[in-house]
């Protein structure tokens, strides 16, 4: 699987560095050539003469090797295919999301131009630490992988979050980043895109200037990193992957809901129209010379997000709700366009909706959002977190939503 690949592994001095012999164990069953770096203070928990002999490679530890011509933190870090720093302490989390470069592992880090992969591994305590958050949020945005710890009994004697995870979970994401980051291989998600057309008689209908490019970025994101994509969509789409035309915000609902039940992820990005003609006229309504004014009585379309949201909610509100109901449930994801008091809104939306994630997006700026190739949203999440993305291509915004998600 990793013939051939450069794994850079960086050591550092926590308690479950024991647990990385097995690690670069894996990597090496695997085909992979490894070399391994560690802080001065990794030594006190895992011996040089160990990993020597289970990389088979000479372990750096000394920044200030004078018999090479280029200094050592260059040469690790051009070639390394990827580099993963577990266990990852919190000093070092720190040192790295800061630019600290006072040891061998923290000045390959600074130097290093490909994927890198942090798993933090610490007291629950120092997890919970506000700037050891910070560091780690510094770190994501920046587009490192950082792998959660998991929760349970630590070698400290807490029961809390801050093992390191599995190193089964460290070991699948190198293989899928060094394959091409298919992060989404197995996950079925569907997206709406595009206005919805409300027909008032056979030329006429009610719309708006979604373009639907937000959702089609959502769509080709997430076929690229591996997911079985269905694309629910008012515009044209011609794409290697499922595309459903719909019109109106009833044949959205209809087509979504039937995708219900097997879809791991629903993302309503399309504009649905809050209204529709009460009566659509099957010919084309003539001007007649005496009237001067028409009205078009509208009644109130479904809300699509909200009896996603309501299905969702009901089946696990119910008493006895398997774990395999709960994880079998998709994750709801809603966008919403506000011309005003974005956040504020989002939070009522998100709140009022039941939705897992909410996407805002400010629709008052010319330079992003309708037909804009560009957009800049908040994302909301159900617990209250809120994160920004800055103004960037749409792709880029989907791949950023796709990681919130699933990353
Ligand atoms: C027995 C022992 C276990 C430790 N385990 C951890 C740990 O799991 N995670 C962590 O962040 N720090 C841990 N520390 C503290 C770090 O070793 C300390 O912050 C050190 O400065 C880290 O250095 P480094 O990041 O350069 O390796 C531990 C310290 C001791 C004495």
Sequence with gaps: MLNGKNILIGITGGIAAYKICELIRMFKRNNANVRVVCTPNALNFVTKLTLQNLSQNEVGVEE???????????????EADIMIIAPATANTIGKIANGICDNLLTSIACAFTKPMIIAPAMNCGMWDNQFVQENLEKLSSAGYYVLEPDEGFLACGYNGKGRLCELQKIFDKTVNILNGEKFLSGKKIVITAGGTIEEIDSVRYISNYSSGKMGIALADEAYKAGAEVILISTVNAEKPYGVIKVKSAEDMKFAVENEYDTADC????????????????????????????????????????QSLCKRKNSVLCGSAVSDTVKEKAPVIVGFCAESENLIENAKVKIAKKGCDYLIANDISRKDIGFSSDYNEVSILRKDGAIKHLDRMSKNDIAKSILKEIYG
């Excluded at 003609?277 to 109130?300: G, P, R, S, W, Y």
């Design 266 to 305: 629903i993302i309503m990005a399309a504009a649905v129209a809050d209204y529709r003609a009460k009566n659509i006229a099957n010919h084309k309504m003539k001007k007649a010379d005496n009237v001067e004014n028409i009205t078009v009585e509208l009644v109130k379309n479904p809300d699509i997000l």
């Design 64 to 78: 200030f090797n004078i018999e090479q011509f280029k200094p050592e933190h260059i040469s690790y870090a051009d």
